[in-house]
C-alpha cells in the first residue's frame, strides 16, 4: 500500500489523503475544487520546526519554479519535487502517471500568454504498482511528514494557476490571495522580515495604480460585484494581483496602490460619492511625480447626455432637475489627468456593464453610445485609453461562470476584471523590469482583449453572453521621464470621506420603520443610514410617538397601524426564502405536463398573495381622509410611500403570475436550436404583459413615488422612492442555452 500524508485543504478545511510521491505537485481539493501545493521545506532538525516560506506555484514556459523571475529581496523557493508543467492532481484519487499539458511557447517579448492550460483542469492517470515498493513509500513517509511541518498550503482562490504563493498559516484575516507572500514584507520590494525597501526591488520602481469601482448604484442599474459572501473585494483584489505582477509598490512606507470601492470593508470601507470619487482621483494625479507610471480603473457607469459624458457616482441620477449635480463631467477628469505630472499615463473605462442574467432593472446599463465611445477615447495627449466595450455593446458582467471547466475558478461580476486578472496569473515577464521600464500595456491590452473575448464566447453558449470588445486608444510619450531614485517617494493620501450629515441613529429610526426588502435581489445594498442626509432636513421628520405606543393604542392611531401592517405584510411576503422571493428565474428544457402541473400549484401561492395585498390597498386607500388630518410629517410621507410601493407590488405579482401562465398556455417564444437554445430564463423589461388594469396601477405608482421625491425632497422616502421607481416591473422569458459544458 503506498503511503499517504494527511493535510487540510486551507479553503473548505476538508481532510486530503496525499500520496507521498505528489508532495510538491499541484494538487486539487476534490470536494471545493480548489489548487493547492504542499511544499516541504527542508528536513527537520532535532528540536527545530522550519518555518515555511512562499513557493510560486505557477512555472514559466516549463521552467523549474527556481528559475522563475521574482522581485530582489524574496528568499529563493526550495522544492521538493518539480511537476511537469500545468497539471493538477486529485489527492483523494488514486495516484497514476500524471499526464502533462505542453505550456505554449511565449513570443519574444511578449510579457503575457493566454495558455489554456491554465485553466486548472485536473489531470489523472494510471494507478501504480503497489508490489514491493511499500516499505520504501513508508520510509518515504517518515521523512515527507516531517517536511510537511513547515508545509505551505498554497491555492488559487479564484484563477488557477495563481502567481501567489500565500502560506495559509500566515495570512492575514482579511487579506485576498492575491496579495503578495508572507514573511517578506508589505510589498514584493520590501526586504524580508519586512524591515523596509530592499535596493533595487519594487521599492525604486516609480509606478502606482488607482482603483475605482462603483456597484451598488442607489438609483442607476446595480452592477455585478463578485461572489456574495466572498472574504475580499474583488476590485481591491485584481488591484493588489496586478500590482504584484507589475512590481508596483507595495511597502509600508512606500504603498502605491489606492482603492475605492463600495464593495470593501474595514478601514478602506466608503462610499463612492461624487466629491469622494473627485476627490480622490485628483489627489492621485496631484502626488504623482514626473517619473512615474499611473494606471487608473474606473469600474461603474458612464453616460451620455444632451451630448456631453459623464461618470456616475454612487448617488448618480439622470432625471430631475438637479441631475447635472450627482454626476461627474469625464471633462473634469481629463482636465485633472491633463494636469498630472506623471510620464506615462493609463486608463480603463470599465462601463456601460450589463449582466445578461439579470437584465436592466433600472436606467444606467444601456449599450455605449457612438457619442461616449469617441468621448472616452479622446484623451489628452500622451494618455493612453482602455475601453471594456465600443459603441453599440455592452460590457459584460457575470453571474457564476466557470470558463475553464468545473475544475476551473467561478467568475463573478466584470468580466473585464476577471480577464485582467487571469493575464496577470498567466505570465510575468521574463526579466524583471528595471525603474526606466513602461507599464506593459503594450503586452498586456491584446491579451487581455483576448481572453475577454474567450469569456465572452463561452457565456454566450450560455445565453448570458454578448459580444464585447476590449479597445486601446491614445499612445504613451515618444520618451518617458527617467527615474530618479533619489527623490522622495510619491505621497501616499487618505482617501476623502462623504459628507457628514443627520445623525445616523436619527436615521436608522426611519429605516426600521420604512425599509423593505428589494423587490428583485441585489436592488438596494445601500442602507439608508449611510446616506448623508442634511441635518436641518430630517428636523422635520422627528419621531413624535413611539411604535410600540402606537401598537398598544390602535384605535387612537389607524393611519399609523395601517401603514405598519402594509409595511409588515410585504416584509414578510419578501422575506429571504419567502414565497415573493422563490420566482422561477430559468426553465430548462421543455415545457410538458410536469412542468406545466407545478406551475399551477405555484401560482396558488401567488393568487392568495394578490388577492391579500388588494385588500391591504383598500383598506389604506379608506383612509385618504385620516392621511390629511395626520399632523406629523413623518407620517405623512409614511402613508405615501406605503400606497405607491404597494402598488408597485401588487402590479409585479400580477405580472409574474402572468408569466406563470403563459409557461401553462406554452405563450412563450419558440427556441432555435440551431443557437443551441434549450430553455428559458426570466429577465426585467421596461414594458409590462399583464392587462390595462394592472397596467394603470403601475402607472399610478410612478406617479406616486414621483411625488413623494418631490414633496419630500433630500429625505430618506425621497431616496426609497427614486429606487423603487427606477425598477422595472415588467417580466420577458427570454430564449436560452442552458446546457453547462
Not at 24 to 34: M, R
Not at 461 to 489: H, I, M, N
Request: proline residues 9%.
Amino acid at each position: 500500500m503506498e503511503s499517504a500524508v494527511r493535510a487540510t485543504c486551507p479553503k473548505c478545511r476538508n481532510t486530503l489523503n496525499i500520496p507521498a510521491q505528489w508532495i510538491g505537485q499541484t494538487l486539487k481539493c476534490k470536494k471545493c475544487g480548489a489548487l493547492i501545493r504542499a511544499t516541504a521545506k527542508a528536513p527537520l532538525t532535532p528540536g527545530a520546526l522550519p518555518q515555511p516560506v512562499p513557493v510560486p506555484v505557477h512555472d514559466t514556459n516549463g521552467l523549474p519554479a527556481a528559475a522563475y523571475p521574482l522581485p530582489p529581496g524574496y528568499p529563493p523557493p526550495v522544492l521538493v519535487a518539480q511537476p511537469a508543467p500545468n497539471t493538477a492532481v486529485d489527492p483523494d484519487r488514486p495516484a497514476r502517471r500524471a499526464k502533462p499539458k505542453t505550456a505554449r511557447p511565449t513570443a519574444p517579448g511578449n510579457a503575457f500568454d493566454l495558455d489554456p492550460a491554465e485553466g486548472g483542469v485536473a489531470v489523472r492517470a494510471r494507478r501504480r504498482n503497489r508490489g514491493s515498493g511499500a516499505l520504501i513509500g513508508v520510509a518515504l513517509f517518515f521523512v515527507l511528514a516531517a517536511g510537511l511541518v513547515g508545509a505551505g498550503i498554497l491555492y488559487g482562490e479564484q484563477v488557477i494557476g495563481d502567481l501567489l504563493a500565500i502560506n495559509n498559516k500566515n495570512k492575514e484575516p482579511g487579506k485576498d490571495a492575491s496579495d503578495p507572500p508572507p514573511g517578506t514584507g508589505q510589498s514584493p520590494g520590501t526586504a524580508p522580515g519586512g524591515s523596509g525597501p530592499s535596493k533595487g526591488a519594487n521599492a525604486t520602481l516609480p509606478r502606482r495604480m488607482l482603483f475605482i469601482s462603483v456597484t451598488k448604484y442607489m438609483y442607476l442599474n446595480p452592477l455585478t460585484a463578485g461572489v456574495a459572501g466572498g472574504a475580499t473585494d474583488r476590485p481591491a483584489g485584481v488591484a493588489n494581483n496586478m500590482a504584484f505582477n507589475w512590481r508596483v509598490p507595495r511597502d509600508k512606507d512606500n504603498d502605491q496602490t489606492f482603492v475605492l470601492s463600495d464593495t470593501a470593508t474595514g478601514k478602506d470601507e466608503r462610499l463612492p460619492m461624487k466629491n469622494v470619487v473627485q476627490g480622490t482621483y485628483q489627489e492621485f494625479f496631484k502626488t504623482s511625480r514626473a517619473q512615474d507610471r499611473v494606471f487608473i480603473y474606473f469600474g461603474g457607469h458612464a453616460i451620455e447626455k444632451d451630448g456631453k459624458a459623464y461618470l456616475a457616482p454612487i448617488e448618480a441620477e439622470l432625471d430631475g432637475d438637479d441631475w447635472q449635480k450627482t454626476v461627474i463631467p469625464l471633462d473634469h477628469f481629463y482636465d485633472e489627468l491633463k494636469k498630472c505630472k506623471a510620464a506615462q499615463k493609463v486608463v480603463v473605462w470599465d462601463v456601460c456593464r450589463l449582466n445578461p442574467e439579470k437584465g436592466k432593472v433600472r436606467p444606467g446599463s444601456e449599450p455605449m453610445s457612438a457619442g461616449l465611445f469617441k468621448a472616452l477615447t479622446s484623451p489628452p495627449a500622451g494618455v493612453q485609453v482602455v475601453t471594456t466595450c465600443k459603441a453599440g455593446e455592452n460590457a459584460l458582467e457575470l453571474t457564476q461562470l466557470r470558463p475553464d471547466g468545473f475544475a476551473g475558478p467561478m467568475y463573478s461580476g466584470s468580466a473585464f476584471l476577471e480577464a485582467a486578472r487571469f493575464v496577470a496569473n498567466a505570465r510575468l515577464a521574463k526579466t524583471p523590469p528595471t525603474p526606466a521600464d513602461p507599464l506593459p500595456i503594450d503586452d498586456w491590452h491584446p491579451a487581455v482583449a483576448k481572453r475577454t473575448n474567450e469569456i465572452c464566447d463561452i457565456a454566450e453558449k450560455s445565453g448570458s453572453g454578448g459580444k464585447q470588445t476590449v479597445t486601446l486608444a491614445g499612445a504613451a510619450p515618444a520618451t518617458l521621464a527617467p527615474p530618479d531614485p533619489a527623490e522622495k517617494v510619491a505621497a501616499r493620501f487618505d482617501l476623502p470621506q462623504a459628507p457628514k450629515g443627520a445623525s445616523p441613529a436619527e436615521v436608522k429610526s426611519v429605516e426600521r420603520e420604512l425599509a423593505l426588502p428589494p423587490l428583485r435581489p441585489g436592488l438596494s445594498e445601500i442602507g439608508l443610514a449611510d446616506f448623508p442626509f442634511p441635518a436641518d432636513v430630517m428636523k422635520d421628520y422627528a419621531e413624535d410617538v413611539k411604535i410600540a405606543d402606537v401598537m398598544a393604542d390602535k384605535d387612537k392611531y389607524p393611519l399609523r397601524v395601517a401603514v405598519l401592517e402594509v409595511f409588515g405584510k410585504l416584509r414578510q411576503m419578501w422575506a429571504p426564502g419567502a414565497g415573493a422571493t422563490r420566482i422561477r428565474d430559468t426553465i430548462t428544457g421543455s415545457i410538458n405536463d410536469n412542468l406545466k402541473a407545478a406551475v399551477k400549484k405555484e401560482q396558488e401561492f401567488w393568487a392568495v398573495s394578490i388577492a391579500e395585498l388588494e385588500l391591504e390597498l383598500i383598506k389604506l386607500e379608506g383612509l385618504t381622509d385620516a392621511r390629511k388630518e395626520e399632523p406629523s410629517k413623518r407620517w405623512q410621507a409614511h402613508y405615501d410611500f406605503a400606497l405607491a410601493v404597494l402598488k408597485a407590488r401588487l402590479a409585479y405579482m400580477n405580472e409574474y403570475n402572468k408569466l406563470l401562465g403563459n409557461l401553462v398556455t406554452e405563450s412563450v417564444p419558440a427556441l432555435d436550436p440551431k443557437l443551441g437554445q434549450d430553455g428559458y430564463t426570466l429577465v426585467a423589461a421596461d414594458t409590462l404583459r399583464s392587462g390595462k388594469e394592472v397596467k394603470k396601477i403601475a402607472e399610478e405608482a410612478q406617479a406616486l413615488f414621483g411625488e413623494i421625491v418631490t414633496k419630500y425632497k433630500g429625505s430618506p422616502w425621497a431616496i426609497q422612492a427614486k429606487q423603487e421607481r427606477g425598477v422595472a416591473i415588467g417580466l420577458n422569458w427570454k430564449p436560452a442555452s442552458l446546457k453547462k459544458e
